[in-house]
């Protein structure tokens, strides 16, 4: 017979937590501007706030840390000592002063720009693990290290909403249309807006190109790769990389071409690979000048001929797939083609953002709110990308069996942020108590020391 043991359930005198990895966050927190710079920030109508906007902030970005989104879950928190005093909370914030002093902000667009400034220098200043990607330049030995810049739009849905700005997006249902920018190959995020749903994608993203080049390039020195798909192929965006000495990699939209006409071009001009019978790859490139770039550029051919299925049943009428790339970069054809794969990582990270932080639905019914909010969820999302980072430069993870090279977010809230322990205040000293066999201290006390 199976016997479950029967338990008796009290209360305790204990001070107890289940987020003790939140003095992570406080420590980051600690080593930016951020308090100075909202406490500094005016806005209409608030001369003197009884609660301060660098408090609202904090507390909302805790809650974020932990992969809590919405406005109300900030009540639980607010006679909770340890939530304060991990992060630095003079006074706590309610649901509904956060939601005012969100509404109050938002419009001017200061906070925003607050957020990504500071965002940026933390990265530098700590030296954020940054792996760039080697590439072999033709006729050259030695490869040159470039750091990717992946900008990329991700619908978030909010169908069934009357939120301001939510419209049918491109993969057919309601609400909005985010730009994001990511740096490096663990993806930390440089730049983010919010556009409505029904915004084309090209739409002032020259604009977005310019400014998360410049707040990538405040965290690192290393040449950068900016990588884009066929929704942003326009002469602004190359004009812009090229005016700048950006080097890009940029799908070319073949738009109305006939994929037959370049089938016939890469025959005549390109190599071919046969991969197995009935499937052929051309591959080739050559440099062109269209009139409507200040300078010319590589035009990278990728052309696939399929005339059987791989069990050899025959085609009535070939098929023919087109990867036609543009990009400043002198490397072989293969490895444009596998670059460019590799730019599809940035929809792991756009998932991170829109279920992990629960940002997809957006908290607010207004537009410029849910534009500070999900600025806000760009620079929790570099926060815990960051711990997670550092965590993977020493092997005592209790799970970890083989080399990692990037941890989610939601392993990083699970096994980080949302630790037990007891809380403890004595002669002025904070301490905190771990169980004796709590199996991510050591983890934990590694970071804490290395971020002090």
Sequence with gaps: MFMVAKFTLETSSDYLTSRAGLILVGKLLAETK????????????????????AD?????????????????????????????????????????????????????????????????????????????????????????SYMPLDLDVSPFDNSGTQKEGVSRTYKGFDGYSPFFGYLGQEGYCVNVALREGK????????????????YAKRVTDTPLLLRMDGGNDAADNINYCLDHNVDFLIKRNPRKESPEKWLAFAKREGRSIEERAGKTVYWGSETVHPERFIKPVQLVYHVTERTAERDGQLLLVPEIELNLFWTTLTCEEEQILALYKDHATSEQFHSEIKSELDLERL????????????????????LLRLIGQIALTEPDAPTKKKKVFRQRIRTVIQDLMLISARFVTHARTLKLCFGRWSPWFPQLHRIYRQLS
């Design 199 to 214: 915004t084309n994608v090209q739409k002032h993203a020259d604009d977005f190109i310019d400014m998360a080049v410049r």
């Design 56 to 144: 609202n902030v904090v507390a909302y970005l805790g809650l974020l840390c932990q992969g809590k989104s919405d406005f109300d879950h900030i009540e639980p928190f607010r006679q909770d000592r340890f939530f304060a005093k991990a992060l630095g909370i003079r006074k706590m914030t309610s649901a509904p002063t956060l939601r005012q002093r969100f509404d109050q902000a938002a419009p001017c667009g200061q906070w925003q720009r607050v957020l990504l400034e500071e965002s940026a220098d933390l990265l530098k200043k700590f030296h954020a693990p940054l792996s760039p990607i080697p590439i072999h330049r033709k006729k050259e030995e030695t490869p040159v």
């Design 363 to 382: 908290p607010s019914g207004k537009f410029d709110t849910n534009d500070l909010v999900l600025h806000l969820g760009a620079f929790a999302y570099n």
């Design 34 to 53: 951020l308090f100075g710079r909202l406490n500094r920030s005016v806005i209409d109508n608030i001369k003197v706030p009884l609660i301060s906007n």
